[in-house]
């Protein structure tokens, strides 16, 4: 379809335009602004921490029983969730030499599901008080629930860091924010999440760490 016009009546009986009133100088002006809209009705807007500092595995986790985190829009939901940020940072908590594996930690994989999800939950915080409770359910361990993963959506990489062991000087710390604009944002329907896993083996006693931190959407469309 093509662009479309809207013809407004007669000035003082067409639609009333919104504008703020300031003084210049001598004159008292209408000043008109532009408010940025969506075609989502949002209920709420989440953040949470995804809890203490995550330790790198020497074993594989597998995303659908072992993992970080999952993220779960209910079955049933009359919602749907847009993740707008994950924002991660890692570091040693120990020193260390030179660590020759680089496991994506965390990798975000996509999944769907069956049955009402169990385990740790995290609370998160409304980002204004008077929104609902959220409806998304963020979890630390996935039990109950019969998760069946489907396709990659970010990866995070801990790196390769250097710290001498006998001077104790500092690694390098990495920070990493996917923060995708709304045409870009993955959206979860009911039924459907993402988890946070470690796909690659790392080494035994691995002193990397790292935090995550999420910002999550909930919304209907009309």
Do not use: C
């Not at 009333?16 to 809209?37: A, C, D």
Request: net charge neutral; charged share 15%; hydrophobic share 40%.
């Amino acid at each position: 379809m093509g662009d479309q016009i809207i013809q407004l009546p007669a000035d003082s009986t067409g639609k009333k335009l919104r504008t703020q009133e300031l003084v210049v100088g001598s004159n008292t002006v209408q000043q008109e602004y532009v408010i940025p809209s969506s075609i989502r009705v949002r209920s709420g807007v989440y953040a949470a921490s995804t809890g203490a500092a995550h330790t790198v595995q020497a074993s594989a986790t597998n995303g659908t029983s072992t993992g970080f985190w999952w993220l779960y829009n209910p079955v049933g939901s009359a919602v749907k969730v847009a993740v707008k940020k994950i924002y991660y940072s890692s570091g040693e908590g120990a020193a260390a030499a030179v660590i020759a594996t680089a496991p994506r930690a965390p990798l975000i994989t996509h999944f769907t599901f069956t049955g009402t999800p169990g385990g740790a939950a995290i609370t998160p915080r409304k980002i204004d008080t008077a929104m609902p409770t959220a409806t998304a359910l963020l979890m630390s361990t996935q039990v109950t629930s019969v998760v069946t993963l489907t396709q990659a959506v970010h990866a995070f990489q801990t790196g390769i860091h250097a710290q001498s062991t006998s001077s104790g000087g500092p690694a390098v710390g990495l920070i990493d924010v996917w923060d995708p604009p709304e045409e870009n944002q993955i959206i979860l329907a009911a039924g459907e999440g993402i988890v946070a896993y470690q796909p690659e083996a790392a080494i035994a006693s691995d002193p990397r760490r790292f935090l995550t931190n999420i910002v999550w959407e909930e919304f209907t469309i009309p």
